[in-house]
C-alpha cells in the first residue's frame, strides 16, 4: 500500500510541509521511503480545534454507534493485511509472528471494548430518588454518571507498533467513551502509523461519525509533544515510554493554566523475589523462565523482570550457574532503533563499572551494533551494593538483568522497602515460603500494580481485571490501567444532576432505563425502571 508521508487531521492528508524525518530499518539500517512530514503547530490547532468541535456530536452518539465504529476499525485494521505486518516488521525489527499476534490483541481490545460499550455499566448510572418528606432536611432527587472529559492526546509507544500506537489501547479506551483522538504516531514507525490511521479514518466514516472524532499527527520533535500537551483544547493526556519523557509531559501539563491528567507508563523494574523454598525446589525451572522472561522481545517490554533477589547460600549458587549457562546460550537480537540500542549497551556499561557489581553471564555472541543489536547479559551485586547506588535502580530497557544477593530474609524485606513503585512484582515460592513472607507480599501490594506468584511479569492479559499501573515512577496515577477494560476510566469523569426534568436527564438516569442498564439505585444495583 502506497504512502504519502503526511498527518492526518479530520481525516484529509495535510499539507506537505519543509522539514520531513525518515523510519530506518533496524536490521539493516536501511533509510525507508517515502519521506514523512514534520507537523506544524498550525496543524495541532486544526487537529484540536476539529476535535472539540466534534466532542458533543462524539458524546450524544449512542453505545451501539459507537460499538459499530470499534469494530469497523478492528475490520479496517484487518483488511491492511500483510502490508501492514511488513511495514512494521521494517520500521521496528520486530518479528513477523509477534506481530501478528499483536495484530490480534490490537483487533481483540477493539472488539472487547465494543462489548463494553454495548453493555454500558461503565459509566456507573447512580440514581437516588427524592424523599420530599425526610426530616428535618428533603432530600433532592440525585442522579450521577460517567462523562467524557473531551479531547485526548496519545502519544505512540515505540515498543508495541500496534497495541500500544495509534489504535492501540489508550486510543480505543478513548474512543470508547466519546472522547475525540488526537494521536501523534512514534517517529520510530510513521509508516504503520499512517496505515493504521488510514484505518481509522475509514471508520469513521462508515461510521458516520464527525471527522475530528480522530486526528494523526507525524513527528519527531520534542516540541511537538510540548504543543499538543499545552493546547487548551487538550483535556487528558496517554502516554507510554520513558520516565524522562512521561516526566516532561507532566510537568508541560502541570504549566498549564488549567492543568489536565497525563496517564504515563514510565519506568519499571519488576521485581522477582525467590523465596528459599522455591529457590530449592524448582531453581533450575526458575532459572531458565528468568532467562527467557527477560530476553522475550529482546527485553523490550515494560513488563521485563530487570531485577532478581534471593537469599544467599548453595541453592542460590546453583541457580547462579543455571542462570549464567542459559544466558550465555542467548543470542543478542534486533532492538527497535539505534536509539533504544545505543542507550542499552550505554546503561549496562555505566552499570558495570559500579562498585560491588559483577558480570555473572553475557551471551557468547556479540552484539551487532550495525545491526542494531542488544546482547543479553545479567549481573550480579551484594545487597549492601545495591541499597547504596541509586543508579541500580534505575530500569535497564533492554535484555538485561540484576540479581541481588540478601542476607536473610529480613534483608530481603528491607531490599522490597527500598524498591521505588512497579507496575509488577512477583514471588517464587512454595505455600511454606509464601506464609512465612506475608510481610513481604504486604509490602510488594504497596509498591505495585499487580502481584504474581511463581510465574513470570512478561506480557499482559487484556481483561477486565487487569490492572497494567503501579506507584510512580512506574506511572503517573497507580489508581488507574492502561490495559483491560477499566483503561476507560481515565477519559471521563461524574457529573451529578439534581432535581432534572426527565426530559433533560441522560438516557443513562431516566426513569424508565431506555438502556436497560445495571444501575445503583437507592443503594441497590438493578436493571430495574423506576
Not at 484529509?12 to 533496524?26: E, G, I, M, R, Y
Not at 454507534?65 to 520486530?94: K, P
Not at 542462570?323 to 552499570?351: E, N, Q
Amino acid at each position: 500500500m502506497s504512502l504519502h508521508g503526511k498527518s492526518y487531521i479530520a481525516g484529509a492528508p495535510s499539507l506537505p510541509s519543509p522539514l520531513t524525518f525518515s523510519a530506518v530499518d533496524p536490521q539493516t539500517g536501511a533509510v525507508l521511503v517515502p519521506a514523512f512530514y514534520e507537523c506544524s503547530e498550525r496543524e495541532v490547532d486544526a487537529a484540536l480545534d476539529a476535535a472539540e468541535e466534534s466532542a458533543a456530536a462524539f458524546r450524544q452518539s449512542t453505545p451501539e454507534a459507537r460499538a459499530l465504529f470499534l469494530e469497523a476499525i478492528a475490520t479496517e485494521i484487518l483488511a491492511l493485511g500483510d502490508a501492514l505486518l511488513s511495514r512494521a516488521h521494517h520500521e521496528t525489527g520486530l518479528p513477523l509472528d509477534r506481530l501478528t499476534g499483536e495484530r490480534g490483541r490490537t483487533v481483540g481490545q477493539l472488539r472487547l471494548f465494543a462489548e463494553v460499550v454495548r453493555e454500558g455499566s461503565w459509566c456507573d448510572a447512580r440514581i437516588d430518588t427524592a424523599l420530599p418528606e425526610r426530616t428535618p432536611v428533603p432530600r433532592p432527587d440525585l442522579r450521577s454518571v460517567l462523562v467524557p472529559v473531551g479531547p485526548v492526546v496519545v502519544f505512540g509507544a515505540s515498543n508495541f507498533p500496534l497495541a500500544f500506537s495509534v489504535a492501540g489501547g489508550d486510543t480505543v479506551s478513548a474512543l470508547a467513551v466519546g472522547c475525540p483522538v488526537v494521536v501523534k504516531g512514534h517517529p520510530a514507525h510513521p509508516g504503520t502509523g499512517e496505515l493504521v490511521a488510514g484505518a481509522v479514518n475509514r471508520a469513521v466514516l462508515a461510521a458516520g461519525l464527525p471527522a475530528g472524532v480522530f486526528s494523526f499527527l507525524q513527528g519527531s520533535t520534542h516540541s511537538l509533544g510540548k504543543a499538543l500537551v499545552q493546547h487548551p483544547q487538550t483535556r487528558a493526556v496517554g502516554f507510554t515510554g520513558s520516565q524522562r519523557g512521561g516526566r516532561a509531559l507532566l510537568d508541560a501539563a502541570g504549566a498549564r493554566v488549567e492543568p489536565i491528567p497525563v496517564f504515563a507508563e514510565m519506568s519499571s523494574l519488576n521485581p522477582v523475589f525467590i523465596l528459599p523454598g522455591a529457590l530449592l525446589e524448582r531453581g533450575a525451572q526458575i532459572a531458565e523462565g528468568l532467562k527467557n522472561s527477560l530476553t522475550m522481545g529482546v527485553g523490550q517490554f515494560c513488563t521485563k523482570p530487570g531485577l532478581t533477589f534471593a537469599v544467599g547460600g548453595e541453592a542460590l549458587e546453583v541457580f547462579r550457574e543455571t542462570l549464567a549457562k542459559a544466558v550465555y546460550g542467548a543470542a543478542p537480537g534486533t532492538m527497535l532503533h539505534a536509539g533504544i540500542s545505543g542507550a542499552f549497551a550505554a546503561a549496562v556499561a555505566a552499570v558495570e563499572v559500579l562498585p560491588g557489581v559483577h558480570r555473572l553471564a553475557c551471551g557468547e555472541r556479540e552484539a551487532d551494533a550495525a545491526l542494531t543489536q542488544g546482547r543479553p547479559v545479567v549481573l550480579s551485586v551484594g545487597s549492601e551494593a545495591f541499597a547504596s547506588q541509586p543508579l541500580l535502580r534505575e530500569e535497564l530497557f533492554g535484555p538485561a538483568s540484576l540479581l541481588v544477593e540478601a542476607k536473610n530474609r529480613e534483608d530481603l524485606r528491607n531490599l522490597a522497602e527500598g524498591l521505588d513503585g512497579q507496575l509488577t512484582a512477583t514471588i517464587h515460592g512454595t505455600e511454606a515460603d509464601l506464609a512465612e513472607a506475608r510481610d513481604l507480599l504486604a509490602i510488594l501490594e504497596r509498591k505495585a500494580g499487580r502481584v504474581l506468584f511463581n510465574g513470570f511479569p512478561t506480557g499482559v492479559e487484556v481483561c477486565p481485571s487487569m490492572q497494567h499501573g503501579g506507584p510512580y515512577p512506574a506511572t503517573s496515577d497507580s489508581r488507574f490501567t492502561s490495559v483491560g477494560t477499566a483503561a476507560l476510566r481515565r477519559w471521563v469523569r461524574p457529573v451529578c444532576y439534581q432535581n432534572f426534568p426527565a426530559v433533560a436527564l441522560p438516557q443513562e438516569l431516566r426513569n424508565e432505563n431506555p438502556l436497560r442498564l445495571m444501575r445503583l439505585v437507592n443503594g441497590k444495583l438493578g436493571r430495574e425502571s423506576l
